[in-house]
């Protein structure tokens, strides 16, 4: 799949790796509507740099965790923009919950948002890809999700889900609709990350290094132009850390 002329939708597409993804999509010249929930500046501020490279663009508010949001978030592109050709699920509640404290409404908040959404988010899409002829869906995982770490569980356990709904939406939507994961390792330290932490982050990672949200965008970019030979398959942008 080409993407220029395009209409793509990134959920989360506000900030941090899911600017990165809508900002690379624009390059290459397809349409973008990103989702935010609570990143209303910044979801204006990407639209603007989204605008100023040739494209149409808009931000669209949604709750993930919410089925009516949601619905109205893809009538919401289809009224606008006509059609729907790729799907990039993006959007993510990452919070550290140490099994101690873990209480039943962070592992909802996690699953809902991190999967439920997702899952939600591509059974609306694809009737609409189907009248296009076919599309893509992305779903961002984790390379935690394959090897958890501790203090995350309803993150891990959401992302690992993610994964496994990757491998059956690729079975059920095949042959026009691919799917496809990407899962990033070390990418943005998370809030709080003390120096010291980084640090030891990197000393574990086989590149010895932070990875950066281009390049997760870039393997974006790969999964949807550089091979339409590829679905329920999982691109791992992690500087080796799943093996280190």
Excluded at 12 to 41: E, F, K, M
Excluded at 65 to 72: H, L
Excluded at 79 to 100: E, K, M, Y
Excluded at 176 to 181: F, G, S
Aim: net charge positive.
């Amino acid at each position: 799949m080409l993407l220029p002329g395009r209409v793509a939708l990134v959920t989360g597409g506000a900030r941090r790796i899911g600017r990165a993804i809508a900002l690379a999509l624009a390059r290459r010249r397809a349409n973008v509507v990103i989702s935010y929930r609570t990143s209303r500046v910044d979801a204006r501020r990407t639209v603007t740099r989204l605008a100023a490279l040739g494209v149409r663009a808009e931000a669209i508010r949604a709750d993930l965790s919410k089925v009516a949001d949601i619905r109205r978030l893809i009538q919401r592109v289809n009224r606008r923009f006509g059609r729907l050709d790729v799907l990039i699920n993006s959007a993510s509640v990452f919070a550290r919950t140490p099994l101690g404290t873990l209480a039943e409404r962070d592992w909802d908040l996690h699953l809902d948002t991190n999967l439920k959404g997702p899952f939600l988010c591509a059974l609306l899409a694809i009737r609409l890809m189907r009248k296009a002829g076919g599309g893509k869906i992305i779903n961002i995982t984790d390379w935690a999700g394959e090897r958890p770490y501790r203090g995350y569980l309803p993150y891990c356990v959401s992302k690992a889900g993610l994964s496994a709904l990757t491998k059956a939406l690729a079975k059920e939507l095949a042959p026009h609709i691919q799917v496809i994961a990407v899962a990033p390792g070390p990418i943005l330290p998370p809030a709080g990350q003390s120096s010291a932490e980084r640090r030891r982050v990197v000393r574990r990672v086989p590149l010895k290094r932070w990875g950066a949200p281009e390049d997760v965008a870039n393997a974006v970019v790969f999964a949807i132009e550089g091979t339409d030979f590829m679905t329920g398959s999982t691109i791992y942008i992690d500087g080796g850390r799943l093996i280190g």
